[in-house]
Structures are given as C-alpha cells and as structure tokens.
C-alpha cells in the first residue's frame, strides 16, 4: 500500500521549509567547525570521517562551494528517503539511519603543504616575537586541520617542536640573564617576565594547533601535549644552563632570607617563579635542598644566640613566631611538598637541639611565677617535637618532687604542711588541665611524684592529715559553708590516697574524733558522717568498722541517759540540781585511755553511784570504769560584775570547787585535794589562771606553773559574754598523747606483721628467707623496713612459732 493512500501527503511547501532548516543547521556546523572550538572541530571531522573504504576525509570549506550543495542536496534526499522510509514503514518496524559519505574524496591545492608551513611558521615566530600575525586565527586553526587530515601531523610536530627549541634557546643565551653584574632582583623579575610570556605563548600557540593536540598527540602516547612539549623544552635548557638556574635559585634564596630578617618583598615574584620550578619538575632537586640547607643553618646560629640573650618565656615567644612565619611562607608561595621538611627543620633546629637547656633553665621558674601562657606555649611547641612531652613530663615530675619535699621534710612548715599541699595539689591539677591539655601522662606522673616526696618522711604527713581533718570538722570553723568544708574534704582524701602509712592517720583521727564527739565539738553530724563515708569508700569497711562502732556508742548514750533521767527524777532527789550526762564507750572501739583516780566533790559522786546502780541493774554482768579525762561540766559563778555560766572541763571544775570553800590556795593544796596527776593539774590552772579568761590569779605572775605558787579566786574578773568557754584545754594534744598514739600504731604493726608471718609460713610450711620478705612486702599495708621484719621473725623463732632449717640457715620451717 502506497504512502499517499494511508497517510495525509506533506505539503510541499513544508518539506521546503524542512530542508533549508536543515541545509542552514548543517552550514553552521560547518562554520563552528573553522573556529578554535576544539571539540567542534574535531566533532566536524568525525562527522565526515566514515567512508567505505575506513579513510577520513574532512571538510574543506576554502577548497571550493560545491561541496555545501551537495550536501545540502544529499541532506534533502536523505530527508526524502527518510520521510518515504516512515510512510512505508510498519509498525513495530525498527529502521535505521545510514549517512553516506561524499563518493569523491576532496583533495588538496598543488604547494598547499608548503604554503601552509611558512604561514604557521609565521604566526610561531610573529607570537614568540609579541608581534602582530597577519592571518586570522580562524585561517590558521583550519590550516592546521587540513595539515593532520592529509597525514602531515608528524611533521607539522616536528617543526613546531624546532621553532619552540629555537626560542628557548635564544633567550636563555641573553647576556642579561648570563651576565654577573645584574642585581639579583633585577634578575629575577626579568626571568618571571620571560616565564610568564613563554607561558602565555604556548596558550596561543597550543590554540592553533589544539587539532593536533587532541588528535595526533592523543593518538601517539609517546608524544608530549603541545603544553608539556613547551615545558620539557624550557626545563631541559634551564637545567642545562647551570649559570641561569644557579643565579636564580640564589636569586630566590636571598629574597627569603631578606624576608626573614624583616625586610618587605614581593611575595607575588616568589609565588610565580617558585611556581615555575615547581611546573618545570625540578622544585626538588634545584630549589628544595638549598633552601632547607639555608633554613638550618639560619635558625642554628640564631637558636644558640637567642638562648644566651633571651629568658625562656622570651625564646618560646622567637619560636612561636619563626614559625607562623613559616606557615605564611607556605601558605603564599612555597609549595606543599617543602611544609613537613621545613616545619620538621625549624622545630629541629629551635627546639629539639634545645630541648634540655629550655627545660633545665626555665620550666622551675615557670611553674613558680604561674605563668600559665608560657607553659601552654611550651606545651603546645615540645609536643611538635620527637620526645618533646616526655622530658616536659620528666622535668614537671621532677620539680613536683623537690618542690614537696621541701613542704614535707621540714619539721618548722609542720603547722603549715597541710595546708600548702592542698593549695600544691590545687596549682598543680590546674597545671595539668589547663596548660598541658589534661595529658593522662602528666596526670599519672602528677599523681607518682605525691606519693614518692609525701612518703619520704615517715608517718609524719598521716599525722597531720588526720589533725587537719580534726580542725575543720570541729565546731566554730567560722565563714565555711556546707559545700565548702565538703569540698576540702574532697580533697583532703586526695591527699590521703597518697600515704603508705594509713593506719597512723586512723590512729590519730580515731582518737580525735573521740575528742569532738566526747566534749561536744564536732561541727556537724552530717559532715563527720560524710568523712566516714570517704574513709570506707577508700580503705573499706574494715578501716572504718571501729569509727562506725563510736556513732553507735553515741546514739546508745543518748537514749540511756534520757532512761537515767526518768528514773532519777521518779525515785532519787538527789540528782534534782544536776544535769547528769553519761557516755558508755565500748572499749574495743575508742582509743585506751589510762585509768586516772581523783578525788571527786560530793556533789559528783552521787549522782554518780546513782548512775552505776541504774545501769548495772538494766546491763548485768557488765563493768563501768569512769574516766575523768575529758569529762566536762557547766558552772554557775557569781563575780562582782555579776553572775556568769563557766564552760570548763571536769579538772577545771574540781578546781574551781575548793574555792567556794577558801578564797587562797597553793598549788600543793590543790593537788593534795584533787589527786590529779602533776602535769595535767599544771596544765589545768594555768588555763585557769594565766589563759584568756583568768577566774583565778596566781602569785607570782608568770606563764609557768611552779611549786609554791599561790592561787586567788577572781572575784573581779569580767567578760562581756554571759556564757564562757574555758575547756579548750581538753582539745589540745599534750606530748604525751602523741607519744602514746604512736607508740600504739607501732604496736599495732608489730602485731600485724607477726600475723602476716604466721599466715604466711602456716600455708607454705616451708620458705626461704628472701621469699619470705618479698610475700610480707606485697602484704602488709604500710611502709617497713626489712630490718624490721627480720627482728619480728627472730621475735616468732623465740617464740617457737617458726624454726630455721638445720640444714640451710636461711630457710624457715612452721612449727605446727
């Protein structure tokens, strides 16, 4: 069935229309193929590159007109086969297009090739020269397509290559770049000229030929791209040319180190000409050695005079500022490949070769005078540098530890050691976590260097923790909050952490809390309470069982005594007048007290019998024995001035009772009437007579307590406050509760290492001498010396606990 029978016919006029469309489309294609266009041209040519026998032939617009018509006229009739192919077509029939190529191949001009040659020679020379071409652009671009469609690319290539060499060659042989009397800048600026305009004709150039570039280049991997071909030219002659390269590396070199010395430059000459190397590959071999070279041995000479004439914070602020110099250089005009050598260089060279001498003569200084941007500056600058953290960590060891021993060892800073060790701490810590960015090494070392210099004087340090953990838990520590005596508590475990001989501190702390519970001087339940905590938080249940067993001895107390209330008021009349308040300690937890015998009033004896009657009637089977010590009473004294309530401790009391009775006694009067042991009745009334609120006097005046003296009651005596304190006396440790403290921790030692042995040689039955040490080391918990723990073994042999070997002398044996 024909076309014209099932489908509408199209109009004449259309098709008309269709085909100048399309001969108008193909005339611009042709037109955008004669421009630089790279891919338009090379577009054109595979357009009319397909022929039946697989050779290309291009379009050659200037070769004559006839070759639009025809195909124009090819176009319509395809367009007409096209259109009668989609009449006759069925559906669901797949067709393709064929493009036919022109049947008679387009051939060149007689001399075209040679004409051609001098034309592109032309415009080479007139480009390299800066002067005007006489030819289009458009003629040349497609002087050149016509040259590589007709197989002439080869040596259109070779002739551009000699053209370039020859240019190159002649400028390098300029006697202004050879000669020696140019100034460097000079010279330097000429050759960044010659560079830049090289470059620049190479753009043009590689725009004519861009054809060639992208076919016959492409095609041929052997061959260099026009560009590189440019640069592999300039590259070889300037390398060849050793006097050109040398003037200008050294041009490059003193323009640098002008630079560093303070002087202006201009960065954008250094950019394009270190670009340059960079571009022709030979930045490494030509720039990149010397320039370091030149780098190491500036910053040598200056590090050395620089550590003699500057302090350290002085230096670390010269190296801070060499090298963000440095970083300026790379970052305007080095390139990247020179910023590890030459960062590593600097560093190098201002710092690791210095390393000791910066830390040796300034980080004590440092550290003394607070100065915290200059250690975070030498923090941040020795971590740039190989083992630069650890000799920083080593020296900060170092000085922690000097530092402290000094606190520590000196027996006068005793009052103070405490105290400047926490504010040690606290300097220290904020060192750490602000200067030296929370480093966990400098923290482990910080914490290593506290428990070496703390322990380096025995047992003394755990003394006076537990005595400053006395002083603020007791009552009237005036201006401290809640949150602030926790805080310091805090940190008081800190320090507690760190001593070997913890069972000193729950020595002396068990026997001051004993005090503040007793006499009534705690600050706070709740605080005493918190220490607690801490301590078996830290050491366990174990340490702090006994501690524990005291509260609980309290709490019994109150309730017994308000029971002892009840019954005395209901069957006793005796105890009317007297506010009697009892404490039943349980031994095994309190520190021993020695028993002490004195004389007691009437008036205190019983409501005391009253009190063993009521308690042994509820408790059989149990023992009282009353310690006077620190027992304490409220008096009711009437001076001239008026009546006053006197706070003082059971002594005071049996004092200032046998004047109701004579107004003048002497000092043999009292202890004969009292029985109070000698030193305690010294200490007594000279609270009494020769402290802050005297309710006695004595004759002679003076601050000692001698045989003979003689003692008035007061009755002058005044005080603004209706209630007072004198009992003080009993918070203040006199020498011989010290001594017998620790002559208590050493006994206490003494029995665990004896324990520790036993337990030892009862599971191995057999053991050398030397192992055996080593197992009571890993042991026991506090710090021995094996002289020590050779006596106590020798104590266990004599007590036939243990046996030598008969036959090897430095062996034990158990004895079952």
């Not at 018509?69 to 176009?75: L, V």
């Not at 110099?325 to 590890?340: A, C, N, P």
């Not at 100065?371 to 971590?383: A, F, P």
């Not at 004599?798 to 004895?815: A, F, G, H, L, P």
Request: hydrophobic share 35%; net charge positive.
């Amino acid at each position: 069935m024909s076309a014209a029978k099932k489908y509408k016919p199209m109009d004449t006029t259309e098709l008309h229309e269709n085909t100048e469309n399309i001969a108008a489309c193909l005339k611009k294609a042709e037109s955008a193929a004669a421009l630089l266009m790279g891919r338009s041209a090379f577009a054109a040519q595979n357009m009319n590159s397909s022929s039946t026998n697989g050779e290309r032939l291009p379009n050659f617009s200037k070769l004559g007109s006839n070759h639009g018509e025809i195909r124009s006229a090819s176009t319509t009739s395809n367009l007409l086969n096209r259109t009668g192919a989609i009449h006759n077509s069925k559906p669901g029939d797949v067709k393709k297009i064929v493009i036919k190529n022109f049947k008679d191949k387009p051939t060149l001009p007689d001399n075209y090739s040679e004409d051609t040659y001098v034309k592109l020679e032309e415009a080479v020379i007139a480009i390299q020269l800066s002067k005007p071409i006489k030819y289009s652009l458009e003629e040349l671009y497609q002087a050149v397509v016509n040259m590589c469609s007709h197989k002439m690319d080869a040596q259109l290539y070779t002739k551009l290559k000699e053209l370039t060499e020859q240019h190159v060659k002649r400028n390098i042989k300029l006697k202004e770049l050879t000669g020696g009397s140019m100034d460097k800048l000079v010279l330097l600026e000429k050759i960044n000229n010659w560079w830049l305009s090289f470059c620049q004709q190479m753009i043009m150039i590689r725009s004519i030929f861009l054809y060639m570039d992208r076919t016959y280049v492409l095609q041929n991997s052997f061959i260099h791209s026009i560009w590189d071909m440019g640069l592999d030219l300039f590259r070889i002659h300037f390398a060849q040319n050793s006097v050109v390269q040398k003037r200008t590396v050294d041009g490059l070199l003193t323009l640098i180190e002008k630079e560093r010395q303070g002087a202006s430059v201009d960065r954008g000459l250094l950019k394009s000409l270190v670009r340059m190397l960079c571009d022709l590959q030979i930045y490494s071999s030509s720039f990149e050695e010397k320039f370091l070279d030149a780098t190491n041995q500036l910053y040598k000479a200056e590090s050395q005079r620089m550590m003699q004439d500057l302090e350290v914070p002085g230096y670390l602020q010269h190296v801070s500022m060499r090298l963000a110099e440095e970083h300026e250089r790379l970052l305007h005009y080095l390139d990247s490949s020179t910023k590890h050598p030459l960062i590593y260089n600097v560093e190098k060279e201002l710092l690791a070769e210095h390393l000791t001498a910066i830390l040796q003569k300034g980080l004590d200084s440092l550290l003394e005078d607070n100065r915290w941007v200059e250690l975070t500056m030498l923090y941040g600058l020795l971590s740039r540098v190989k083992n630069g953290t650890s000799e920083l960590c080593g020296n900060f060891n170092g000085y922690i530890k000097k530092k402290g021993r000094t606190i520590v060892i000196d027996p006068e800073k005793d009052k103070s050691m405490v105290q400047d060790l926490l504010e040690f701490k606290d300097k220290m810590d904020y060192i750490v976590r602000n200067c030296f960015a929370r480093n966990e090494k400098f923290t482990n070392s910080l914490r290593e260097a506290f428990e070496f210099f703390i322990n380096q004087r025995a047992n003394k340090p755990a003394e006076l923790i537990a005595k400053y953990v006395d002083m603020k838990l007791r009552s009237g520590n005036k201006g401290t909050t809640d949150e602030e005596l926790e805080k310091t508590l805090d940190k008081i475990m800190v320090l507690f952490r760190f001593i070997h001989g913890k069972d000193v501190f729950e020595a002396f702390y068990k026997k001051d809390l004993a005090k503040r519970l007793l006499v009534g001087k705690s600050a706070s339940v709740d605080s005493e309470k918190s220490m607690l905590s801490k301590l078996k938080q830290e050491c366990g249940g174990g340490f702090t069982s006994k501690l524990e067993g005291m509260f609980k001895d309290m709490e019994l107390s109150r309730d017994i005594n308000t029971a002892f209330r009840g019954h005395a008021l209901s069957n006793n009349r005796d105890v009317h007048n007297l506010d009697l308040c009892v404490s039943i300690l349980t031994m095994g937890y309190w520190p021993t007290y020695a028993p002490t015998e004195v004389t007691m009033p009437p008036q205190l004896i019983n409501p005391q019998q009253i009190f063993n009657k009521f308690y042994l009637e509820k408790h059989s089977g149990r023992k009282l024995q009353w310690q006077p010590t620190l027992g304490n009473c409220m008096l009711r004294a009437q001076f001239e001035a008026g009546p006053k309530e006197l706070l003082v401790s059971l002594f005071q009391a049996l004092v200032l009772l046998l004047f109701n009775d004579k107004p003048v006694l002497s000092y043999e009067e009292i202890l004969a009437a009292t029985m109070i042991e000698g030193g305690e009745l010294r200490r007594t009334l000279q609270s009494l007579a020769c402290g802050r609120a005297r309710v006695i006097t004595k004759t002679p005046k003076g601050r000692e307590i001698e045989d003979g003296d003689q003692f008035d009651f007061n009755n002058e005596f005044t005080n603004k406050l209706f209630r007072i304190k004198i009992n003080q006396i009993q918070m203040k440790e006199t020498n011989e509760e010290q001594k017998a403290t620790e002559e208590r921790v050493f006994q206490d030692r003494q029995y665990q290492i004896d324990a520790a042995i036993v337990r030892i040689m009862k599971m191995r039955k057999t053991l050398s001498h030397n192992l055996l040490i080593t197992e009571l080391f890993n042991q026991l918990t506090f710090p021995v010396k094996p002289a020590d723990l050779k006596k106590r073994i020798e104590s266990l042999i004599d007590r036939d606990y243990m046996e030598r070997d008969k036959d090897n002398q430095n062996q034990y044996n158990y004895v079952a």
